[in-house]
């Protein structure tokens, strides 16, 4: 027990650590470039980040990436339409893992897992794209029941 506790804790430590230094890489870009976030977000917080991280404002988790995320595991079936691009929300019961290139030709790649279970609750964490707009929300935690 104490073993998988002790690989349980490098895992989380590593993972806080792929965030942060990804979290830093992007902000030194967005210096360099323009703002993703749609107007109409402009100047608003998070409402649907956890209740202690609503106050968050959307242009400091608003980023451009290289491109739509590829989905390396999963069985969700809602893609872009005409594409292989798939979309943020899982339908109940599916769920997915995928990637996304930070700049083209990085070797940094930021994940986004998604799952919905089958009484409608919403789970994500990682870079989520808005494929509407075009952005990525980084990073995004969430955990919520869908309508």
């Not at 107007?39 to 409402?47: D, I, Q, S, V």
């Not at 339409?81 to 790649?109: A, F, H, M, Y």
């Not at 279970?117 to 994500?124: A, I, V």
């Amino acid at each position: 027990m104490k073993r998988f506790l002790r690989i349980a804790r490098s895992g989380v430590l590593a993972a806080i650590c792929y965030f942060a230094s990804g979290t830093v890489i992007l902000g030194l870009e967005k210096i360099e470039k323009k703002a993703c976030l749609p107007a109409e977000l402009a100047g608003k917080t998070h409402n649907d980040y956890p209740l202690y991280a609503r106050s968050i404002p959307r242009e400091i988790t608003s980023w451009c990436m290289a491109g739509p995320p590829i989905m390396i595991i999963g069985n969700q079936k809602a893609f872009r339409p005409g594409t292989k691009d798939p979309l943020p929300i899982p339908s109940p019961e599916e769920r997915q893992i995928s990637v996304v290139q930070v700049r083209k030709n990085w070797p940094l790649v930021l994940p986004y897992l998604a799952m919905t279970t089958k009484h409608k609750w919403h789970l994500r964490i990682g870079a989520r794209w808005n494929p509407t707009e075009g952005y990525y929300t980084f990073p995004s935690i969430t955990i919520k029941q869908l309508q």
